[in-house]
């Protein structure tokens, strides 16, 4: 499919830009074409001012023409670098159509080009005739250099075409190819608990004598895999609504201290018993204005990862406060092993894990971050990560969300 959309924008692309590349080429050409008659134009009307034939080396013919044509007869016709027979003179004086104004105008005889300007003056007109050899060869010129530029042009634009078709469908490329692992690793996430409920069930059935005690085994291994499945579940959903843009946050007044320092309460037991340090640091009084139901998913998120990637005996820290644009700013620190910079880019991706190995142990899917970042993008805010000397920091900045915004 790639080679596909590839070889097709890379069709259109050079298309496009050989008709621009054409119509370049054609503008410049028909500018100076048009600037060589106008230049002509006003040698002819030089000469009709100063009543004499411009000293050039171009062919030019002036004379009178009355009613009955040429006033004179073709002895009375003044020639310079031309030598015109009688009959093509008066034939060119024929095709020339009195008016009571002046007058350009062009004119066809045996081949060759003709312009002319004429003046009515005292009943009759006078008239300067210069031979177009020069603009027709400027023509045939400028012809032959479009057409070789052109297409010199388009040997050109291949390599061009080539580097812009690869720049432009890298994104697209990019996506799905992250689309393909987004299915390939949500298909595995979710295979595992089913096989491991599948296998539970199969040995609950197996005894169908046995008392729900002796079976307690076999059902919380069906219902620890059930809770993974359903967070797996939920997170996926919500992912998927963030990226069709059918999630918006609900935006209340918070006591945003008071908010997280009881969802910190409520988590500092749980942390000790695990046997981590937990602190906390909040200042006191901020108000923000945000959706509740959010913002406590987003710092349980961050919260979930911390605790899982701290050591026992290790310790978690949490700081709330305002930047100095007064965001509002939640700092989470845990220490354990130093992230690699490489995994930094990627660690807020979805299904990604530093350790893909401690998946399992920890009970994390690779999702908790991503949809922490969402969360915090969705008011206006991003979350950061930084690892150095074993403390790793996790930053999330919140704007404060409009009144007007739309609800799910």
């Not at 009613?67 to 030598?83: F, V, Y």
């Not at 007109?125 to 042009?153: H, M, Y």
Request: net charge negative.
């Amino acid at each position: 499919m790639h080679r596909s959309l590839r070889g097709r924008f890379f069709i259109i692309s050079w298309i496009l830009l050989m008709l621009f590349l054409a119509a370049i080429c054609a503008g410049v050409s028909l500018f100076l074409y048009q600037s060589t008659e106008s230049e002509t134009e006003k040698e002819l009307r030089k000469t009709v001012e100063t009543a004499m034939m411009a000293d050039s080396t171009r062919g030019m013919v002036s004379f009178k023409l009355g009613e009955n044509g040429i006033i004179g007869g073709p002895k009375m016709i003044a020639q310079r670098h031309l030598h015109l027979s009688d009959e093509t003179l008066v034939s060119l004086a024929g095709s020339i159509e009195l008016k009571n104004e002046p007058q350009t105008g062009r004119l066809v005889q045996d081949g060759m080009r003709y312009l002319y300007y004429s003046v009515p003056n005292d009943g009759y007109t006078w008239v300067v005739i210069v031979e177009c050899s020069k603009e027709q060869e400027l023509a045939k010129t400028l012809k032959r250099n479009s057409i070789l530029f052109t297409l010199l042009g388009a040997v050109l634009l291949i390599p061009v075409c080539a580097w812009l078709t690869k720049w432009v469908s890298k994104p697209i490329e990019t996506a799905w190819e992250q689309q393909n692992d987004f299915v390939s690793d949500a298909t595995h996430e979710l295979k595992t608990p089913l096989t491991v409920i599948a296998t539970n069930t199969e040995a609950v059935m197996s005894n169908p004598d046995a008392t729900i005690e002796s079976q307690e085994k076999w059902l919380d291994s069906i219902q620890g895999e059930t809770t993974r499945m359903a967070g797996l579940v939920g997170d996926l959903l919500f992912l998927a609504k963030i990226d069709a843009n059918e999630i918006h946050p609900d935006p209340s007044e918070l006591e945003i201290s008071d908010l997280l320092e009881e969802m910190c309460m409520e988590r500092e037991s749980q942390i000790f018993e695990a046997g981590r340090k937990f602190d906390y640091e909040m200042t006191p009084g901020i108000r923000y204005r945000g959706d509740e139901r959010l913002i406590r998913r987003m710092v349980e998120a961050l919260l979930d990862n911390a605790e899982k990637y701290t050591p026992e005996g290790g310790s978690i820290r949490m700081v709330v406060n305002r930047d100095r644009k007064l965001r509002l700013r939640i700092v989470i620190s845990n220490s354990g092993e130093t992230i690699p910079p490489e995994a930094l880019q990627k660690i807020f991706d979805r299904f990604y894990r530093v350790d893909p190995a401690r998946a399992r142990d920890t009970g994390g899917y690779g999702l908790g971050l991503c949809v922490a970042k969402s969360i915090a993008e969705l008011h206006g805010g991003s979350i950061t990560a930084v690892s150095e000397n074993g403390i790793n920091v996790f930053t999330a900045i919140l704007a404060e969300i409009p009144t007007d915004n739309s609800k799910n």
